[in-house]
């Protein structure tokens, strides 16, 4: 244990006494506690690094083939922006989705950060929006649900735009909060990430977790840069990946037509492209080296 993160995460809970923040508790809201013991909780965000839908598909689908039922929220009031400032365009981004039909809204959609669980696979499941506010107070909601359910171990699971090409696996990148973790990681063929830049909530999380007494795990899969919306390939790639690290039975041969025909279809978009193309190529040549060298 660091103990200076220990000596923060003491003094954390004083910003709450003031009256000025909600405190965790209130933000919070458990409807029935699931009967897990020493669980997994499997988080997904939307936003920063939900690119191809890899985090929330990936999750969503596994509390689809789970039956997972939902048993807990976060209140998602002080943690996000509505109204921000700049161009049309810009604002666009924060303000929620709205539906309006003959005159009348038939949907608005908040953001939902919902704790769903699986007591036969031992799993708590996330699917949430990343917060542009309060970080802390957001990570004591998850830490709070994870002690109060008996959870040990965290395993958030994203994506990164990257080099490799829509026709081959994605690279997959593990990144932990403890030392140990990393030898356990290595009989699954993940390779151990390596990053400087901005960080996201998951490296947050990451940074308390070994104070909060819980393991952490970021699993992450690299998706073509130069594709944009759901990536079936990666989302197939990552739960067959999850389903071995979780000891998971499942039946995933939905998302193997789903992945086949997407890069059908991709391939035949891409190579009315001739510029793009080629470009894919070059993808692809780079990746089967990089393959052959490994295997020298």
């Known amino acids: 244990m660091n103990p200076g993160a220990a000596l923060v995460f003491r ?12 405190k965790p508790s209130e933000l919070l809201s458990i409807r029935c506690r699931p009967a897990l013991r020493k ?6 965000f939307s936003g920063w ?17 789970l039956d997972a039922q939902p048993f807990a929220h976060i209140d998602p009031e002080p943690f996000y922006l509505f109204n921000f400032p700049g161009s049309m365009e810009t604002a666009a981004l924060f303000r929620p989705h709205v539906e309006i039909e003959e005159g009348l809204v038939k949907t608005c959609e908040m953001p939902s950060n919902v704790f769903s669980a699986s007591e036969s ?30 959870v040990r171990r965290i395993l958030f699971v994203g994506s990164f735009g990257g080099s490799v090409p829509h026709t081959r696996e994605p690279r997959l990148y593990i990144t932990c909060s403890d030392a140990a973790l990393l030898g356990e990681m290595d009989q699954y ?19 308390r977790a070994p104070a909060e007494g819980l393991e952490m795990v970021s699993l992450v899969a690299e998706i073509p840069s130069y594709l944009q919306g759901p990536n079936p390939r990666c989302i197939e790639a990552v739960s067959r990946r999850l389903a071995k690290m979780l000891k998971l039975s ?8 789903a992945s086949t025909e997407w890069e059908l279809q991709i391939s035949s978009i891409i190579e009315e492209n001739k510029e793009l193309a080629k470009t894919v190529r070059q993808l692809e040549e780079a990746y089967d080296s990089e393959l052959l060298e490994q295997e020298e």
């Open 11 to 22: 003094r954390a809970p004083n910003r709450y006494n003031t009256g000025m923040l909600p």
């Open 189 to 207: 063929g993940l390779r151990r990430s390596g990053y400087r830049g901005p960080g996201s909530l998951t490296s947050y999380l990451m940074s």
């Open 121 to 150: 696979a031992n799993l708590v499941l996330f699917v949430g929006k990343e917060p542009n506010l309060l970080w802390r107070t957001y990570a004591d909601c998850i830490f709070q649900l994870a002690h109060e359910v008996d």
């Open 250 to 257: 499942l039946d995933l041969a939905s998302l193997r037509q």
């Open 39 to 44: 669980a997994t909780l499997v988080l997904a």
């Open 49 to 65: 690094m939900d690119g191809g839908d890899v985090s929330t598909g990936t999750v969503s689908r596994l509390i689809l083939l």
